[in-house]
């Protein structure tokens, strides 16, 4: 029997209100009344037959960076809590309402969306719900957990350089970045005009699945797992691969092997654009030095009342001239294509999402690191938002006391496809 919309938000919200829990430093903002009001109203249209497809009655989550009509959208951040009030909804956002999901709130991020790490120090940071003394992951922390401690059942998020996956990776939980032109970013608070991207965090490759379609104003459609027989993963070696802790490279070489067991063509493959885009990225980084744009006059009125990790991390953008990120952005178009190309026979590229497990409070305390732990984390995720990628990370159920994220990565539009692809591996792994 199908348990109601109503009694499942209310088991969220005891959830959220648990004083012994993670609700407060998970949730920045709570609908508790519009909420029930979704609520009710998608109970009515299943008593009466009438539901608006997959989402109708869904308790869903929103991250702090998005416009919700009347009220500030901080990003994570003090120097907006004060901001002028959204004058609409984001097209994410009412999209989902238009599709009946129950928005139960805004989750916390790291300030502006900027480090992989997923600490807080304006708001506080939830603890991991594999061991509440470590990272949850970043930059979308609060949809992770929220989603791992059933505060919610699906948590949007965005991705700029692995912000849905790597918290759903540490979490264990399943983040997706779709290709970037496939759900609009008008009305979230931008990192990055060239990278950001918006995904979902959820239990399941299905309800991710089914949350993309509605974020990129889709019909429904039904998730269909491909057969597993015969496809041909590329392994990619090299820095993808370095520096994996103890429990990811075991993880890893389970999941491999198994889908090794299961027909899939395993090719370990070497990737000189991955050398490329380092270089692109040598001075600084596409999203840093977009992010100082966006953020300098701010940084001068405000620079105190940021995130000294982040302020640190904006503040490195300053060093490229106009001329020389129109040039990096030149280039990286150039290799957007020459990826989608050397893709062209390949299914998908399988990776560990992060090379490490969630880093330790006390191991991100100190600036070094800080640096260390955010590097690690983003490394691996930063590829798919470089190049222009779909990609989904899936837990790797069963090898440790930690979670540990397997990823997929496909061409640039092939989101169905992977979807189907991710949903026979999760059959594998999780």
């Not at 502006?112 to 506080?124: M, S």
């Not at 957990?145 to 699906?154: G, N, Q, R, S």
Request: hydrophobic fraction near 40%; aromatic fraction near 4%.
């Amino acid at each position: 029997m199908t348990v109601p919309a109503r009694d499942r938000l209310e088991q969220a919200l005891a959830r959220i209100e648990d004083a012994s829990g993670e609700g407060r430093q998970t949730f920045l903002t709570l609908y508790e009344e519009a909420a029930r009001a979704a609520a009710d109203a998608a109970d009515r249209r299943a008593r009466e037959g009438h539901p608006l497809g997959p989402l109708d009655g869904v308790i869903v989550s929103i991250k702090d960076l998005f416009d919700v009509a009347g009220e500030p959208t901080r990003a994570g951040s003090r120097t907006l809590a004060d901001a002028q009030p959204a004058a609409s909804d984001a097209p994410v956002v009412r999209r989902l309402r238009e599709a009946g999901a129950v928005i139960i709130g805004k989750t916390n991020m790291s300030e502006f969306a900027f480090t992989g790490v997923g600490t807080n120090p304006h708001y506080g940071t939830p603890g991991n719900p594999a061991d509440r003394a470590r990272v949850p992951g970043g930059s979308s922390s609060g949809a992770a957990v929220a989603v791992a401690d059933d505060m919610c059942e699906i948590a949007i998020g965005t991705d700029t350089g692995g912000s849905t996956r790597i918290p759903a990776a540490l979490c264990g939980v399943v983040g997706y970045k779709p290709t970037k032109s496939r759900v609009p970013t008008e009305g979230a608070f931008p990192l990055s005009y060239t990278l950001d991207s918006v995904g979902p965090v959820a239990k399941t490759v299905d309800d991710c699945a089914k949350t993309d379609a509605i974020l990129a104003g889709e019909l429904p459609w039904r998730l269909e797992r491909v057969a597993l027989q015969g496809l041909r993963f590329d392994v990619p070696q090299g820095l993808p691969l370095r520096q994996l802790d103890e429990q990811v490279a075991g993880a890893f070489e389970t999941a491999t092997a198994a889908l090794g067991r299961a027909g899939v063509r395993l090719s370990d493959a070497h990737f000189s654009l991955f050398d490329d885009m380092k270089r692109v990225n040598s001075v600084a980084t596409i999203a840093t030095v977009e992010a100082y744009r966006i953020h300098r006059e701010r940084l001068a009125e405000h620079g105190e009342d940021y995130d000294p990790r982040v302020r640190e991390r904006i503040e490195m953008g300053a060093a490229v001239s106009e001329a020389d990120y129109a040039m990096m952005l030149e280039e990286r178009n150039r290799l957007v294509s020459a990826m989608d190309s050397a893709l062209a026979q390949v299914d998908a590229l399988l990776l560990p999402t992060t090379p490490i497990v969630a880093p330790t409070l006390e191991e991100v305390s100190s600036a070094d690191g800080f640096r260390e732990s955010n590097r690690l984390l983003l490394r691996n995720t930063a590829i798919a938002n470089f190049f222009d990628l779909c990609a989904i990370s899936l837990p790797i159920t069963g090898q440790g006391e930690l979670p540990v994220g397997l990823m997929l990565v496909a061409r640039r539009g092939h989101d169905r496809r992977l979807f189907a692809m991710a949903a026979a591996v999760e059959r594998l792994v999780a």
